[in-house]
């Protein structure tokens, strides 16, 4: 059998060691670059469960941004329809993250001396969060923030309690401090130290020490500018932008504050799409096509590095898999997976066009692995929950493109281009 890469890396989290390679980037440089361990030996096929936990965790980051964009800006979010209707309105809640979406990490330095970190990068939320060192046995296998060590830490005396849902917590103060990301500094970052963590953010379970939100202030529980808002409101940046390059090849994935890095993409390929509503990076999918039939066309979607497979409503992905012959569905809860035969399931890889541009998914990208050892039926990566009714585009996607987050023009916008 042949063994996905998307599979090969989807599995490498689950066993990540503690390898935290540095980041190499000189001050001014303005790279991260987002280390990536990979599981050397292959699995056959995916775990089902993980991807279940997943898929949750993406629900729930989902209505909490929501439900903060409504506390922030008194209105309902525009894609909110189907989610924050239910249940707990205004959960003061941002993302529960687990192991599938710390697939992408990097390092920033905290305070005056500088303590390092690592943060998964997410730009489907908006809030900083790290261990303090009030923080005991629950943050253990973390590195801590000691705010007495740091002479530019100041204490906002605000108690913090983000509650995601899933029984998962983390209790801290707010504080704000220079952090420095890419060879940047932020003066004044607000960001939560917390004093616990539930278990599902101990060093056992959440590889990096904390997580980083890269959307707009407008989703932000804190209600504070993300660390690239104020790094662009303070005139630091030479572009108010930020682009990734997100690799399954280990040491090529890399977040590159401030422009663009030319070397990884082919220039004239690169295709902006306007943001629709600025509180996600939410832009309009203007088609998915399958082996060249247009199966869906101008829907919203959201470009979210947290989230490890791409999402539809239950609709969407029942109108793209639709006559596929021996395709089959697996409906757990909320959750729907597709199964094609393992056989032809790459010819089956979805094509997504922004901008008017057409970039297609790998056919190792777009199948998850066997649906249980032996298996002939392969779990392809669209998945759709019942309470979404918008795309989350998430790194199966961004895997196959250069991606570029841009603020700089007044009204923000998402550029893809083909990798070189
Ligand atoms: C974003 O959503 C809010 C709430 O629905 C709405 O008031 C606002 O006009 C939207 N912005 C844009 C640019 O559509
Ligand atoms: C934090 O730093 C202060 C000042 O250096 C030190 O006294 C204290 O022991 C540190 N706390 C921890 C838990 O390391
Ligand atoms: C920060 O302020 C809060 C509220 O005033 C206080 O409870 C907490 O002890 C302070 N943290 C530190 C490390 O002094
Ligand atoms: C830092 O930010 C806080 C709120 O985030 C604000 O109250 C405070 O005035 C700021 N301090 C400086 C020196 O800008
Ligand atoms: C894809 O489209 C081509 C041309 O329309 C067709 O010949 C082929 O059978 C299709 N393949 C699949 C797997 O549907």
């Excluded at 940047?184 to 004093?195: K, M």
Aim: proline share 3%; aromatic share 10%; net charge negative.
């Amino acid at each position: 059998m042949r063994f996905s890469s998307s599979l090969t890396s989807l599995l490498a989290l689950i066993s990540i060691t503690t390898a935290r390679s540095p980041a190499p980037h000189a001050r001014g440089e303005g790279i991260i670059r987002v280390p990536l361990t990979r599981k050397s030996e292959a699995a056959a096929r995916v775990d089902l469960s993980t991807l279940k936990a997943h898929l949750i965790g993406v629900s729930n980051k989902y209505h909490q941004t929501f439900a903060a964009f409504e506390a922030n800006t008194g209105a309902a979010h525009p894609l909110s329809g189907r989610m924050v209707s239910s249940t707990t309105k205004r959960d003061n809640g941002i993302p529960l993250t687990n192991q599938l979406s710390t697939l992408w990490y990097g390092e920033i330095g905290v305070g005056i001396p500088e303590q390092k970190f690592s943060v998964a990068i997410d730009t489907g939320s908006s809030d900083l969060f790290l261990p303090s060192v009030l923080c005991h046995e629950s943050c253990q296998g973390h590195r801590k923030y000691n705010a007495t060590q740091s002479s530019t830490s100041n204490n906002e005396s605000e108690s913090i309690t983000l509650t995601f849902r899933g029984g998962a917590t983390v209790v801290g103060e707010e504080y704000s401090d220079v952090i420095s990301i890419g060879g940047y500094e932020a003066t004044n970052q607000s960001f939560v130290a917390a004093s616990e963590y539930s278990y599902h953010f101990s060093g056992a379970s959440f590889l990096p020490d904390g997580l980083v939100g890269l959307a707009f202030k407008q989703i932000s529980v804190l209600k504070k500018p993300t660390i690239f808002e104020t790094l662009s409101d303070s005139g630091v940046l030479p572009k108010k932008m930020f682009s990734v390059k997100l690799s399954s090849k280990s040491g090529e994935s890399e977040l590159y504050i401030g422009g663009t890095n030319a070397g990884l993409y082919v220039e004239d390929t690169l295709t902006y799409t306007a943001v629709t509503n600025e509180s996600h990076w939410q832009v309009n999918l203007e088609t998915v096509t399958r082996n060249g039939s247009t199966v869906s066309s101008n829907a919203a979607s959201i470009i979210d590095t947290g989230t490890t497979v791409i999402i539809a409503s239950d609709d969407e992905a029942e109108a793209y898999f639709k006559d596929i012959p021996g395709s089959g569905k697996i409906k757990n809860g909320r959750i729907t997976y597709y199964t094609i035969p393992c056989e032809t399931i790459g010819t089956y890889a979805p094509t997504f066009t922004f901008g008017s541009r057409a970039f297609k998914v790998s056919e190792d990208a777009f199948n998850f692995g066997g649906e249980s050892d032996g298996s002939n039926n392969c779990v392809a990566s669209i998945a759709s929950l019942s309470n979404v009714d918008f795309w989350i585009i998430g790194d199966v996607f961004l895997r196959n493109v250069y991606t570029v987050f841009d603020m700089s023009e007044g009204s923000a916008r998402v550029g893809f281009a083909e990798l070189v």
